[in-house]
C-alpha cells in the first residue's frame, strides 16, 4: 500500500521531554499513525509526503501501529524534505505485538 494523505499521523505530544539533541535535529513530538502498512513501508524513503505541512522535524518519535498484523512499532523522523515536503522515518522499531 501507500501513504494516503487523508489518513495522515497525529501529533500526541509535543516538548522538551522527548527533545533527543543535536544528533537527531532537535525533534521533540510524538506522532501516532495507524495503516495497514508494515512497518518496513512506513520506513520507505519520502513516505509521508505531507510531513513538512504536518510539522514533523528530525527526531521526532513515530509510533507506528499495523492493523493488519496488528503491531506497534516505534521509530524516528530520520529527515524531512522541504523541496518535496516528504518526512522519513529510520531507527531499528521496537515492535509488540
Known amino acids: 500500500m501507500a ?3 487523508s489518513n495522515p499521523p497525529m501529533k500526541i505530544s ?3 521531554l522527548t527533545d533527543f539533541g543535536a544528533g537527531f535535529g532537535g ?3 510524538i506522532w501516532f499513525y495507524r495503516s495497514a502498512d508494515a512497518i518496513a513501508t512506513v520506513k520507505g524513503a519520502a513516505y509521508f509526503s505531507n510531513g513538512v505541512a ?3 522535524q528530525p527526531g521526532d518519535v513515530v509510533l507506528v501501529f499495523d492493523s493488519a498484523t496488528p503491531a ?3 521509530a ?3 529527515s524531512v524534505n522541504t523541496t518535496t515536503g516528504t518526512a ?3 531507527g531499528t522499531p521496537l515492535t509488540a505485538t
Request: glycine share 20%.
Open 27 to 29: 525533534g521533540g513530538s
Open 3 to 5: 501513504y494516503n494523505t
Open 76 to 78: 524516528f523522523v530520520q
Open 14 to 16: 509535543a516538548g522538551a
Open 54 to 56: 504536518l510539522g514533523m
Open 72 to 74: 506497534l512499532s516505534l
Open 88 to 90: 522519513s522515518l529510520d
